[in-house]
């Protein structure tokens, strides 16, 4: 599986959507995406995945065009707490490459 | 309760010496895994087990050898620690995949920083 590419850092303030766009130029037809949040000391935690277009549940939503070469990770008006290092992923079955990861650091 | 527990939480040896570090999951899960996050936080997949059997061994030395005695758990022996294994070291777990399906969820454990000296 192919690393994706994303932006080392990021920076916001409480209250603000923020979204984090990843790229897949290597993603193939039976591929996945998936996004992961690692606060520090702790393992990593599954955020959302999709296939194409949309997908949003209780914590963010995720915005993959029809191309699927990049996709997007939004956070609605976030906190001081999700401050965090966010991951994007090209998944399928027993199989994943984490990226180099997002540090997302929101300010007061 | 944890639901992917790992052991020790910390790790300090000295160059040459074996270490084991052992992992349980408590969640029913097929597939086990293990990952090494190095101090740029690169976070790189290891092996991958499924139902005791050994299905993705990334170019890892061999003094590195993992043991699934069931497939609740997987434990990560090495061998002759070199310096460049300090490292945080992750198991994970997810329900079984077939190919062509997503990866499902994985369950990472809280992780076990190892420091070789």
């Known amino acids: 599986l192919a690393k994706t590419t994303q932006p080392i850092s990021m920076d916001s303030y409480e209250g603000q959507e923020v979204n984090i766009t990843c790229s897949h130029n290597n993603i193939a037809t039976n591929d996945y995406i998936t996004w992961y949040q690692q606060f520090p000391s702790q393992g990593p935690r599954f955020i959302i995945q999709g296939y194409k277009t949309k997908v949003t549940n209780e914590v963010a939503s995720l915005f993959i065009p029809a191309d699927r070469k990049s996709s997007t990770l939004s956070l609605p008006r976030v906190s001081l707490s999700d401050t965090a290092v966010y991951y994007c992923?090209?998944?399928?079955?027993?199989?994943?490459?984490f990226g180099d990861g997002t540090t997302l650091t929101v300010k007061p | 309760d944890t639901a992917v527990s790992q052991t020790p939480k910390y790790l300090v040896t000295q160059m040459g010496n074996d270490k084991s570090i052992k992992c349980e999951q408590n969640l029913g899960h097929d597939t086990m895994y293990w990952y090494k996050q190095d101090s740029k936080k690169f976070l790189k997949i290891m092996f991958s087990y499924n139902n005791k059997e050994l299905i993705i061994n990334e170019t890892v030395p061999n003094r590195f050898s993992p043991k699934s005695p069931d497939k609740a758990h997987l434990n990560l022996h090495i061998n002759s620690l070199e310096l460049g294994d300090s490292a945080v070291y992750f198991c994970?777990?997810?329900?079984?995949?077939?190919?062509?399906?997503?990866?499902?969820?994985?369950?990472f454990g809280p992780g076990t920083r190892l420091t070789v000296l």
């Open positions: 992923l090209d998944t399928n079955a027993g199989k994943s490459t």
């Open positions: 994970a777990s997810s329900p079984g995949a077939l190919a062509g399906e997503p990866l499902n969820e994985q369950f």
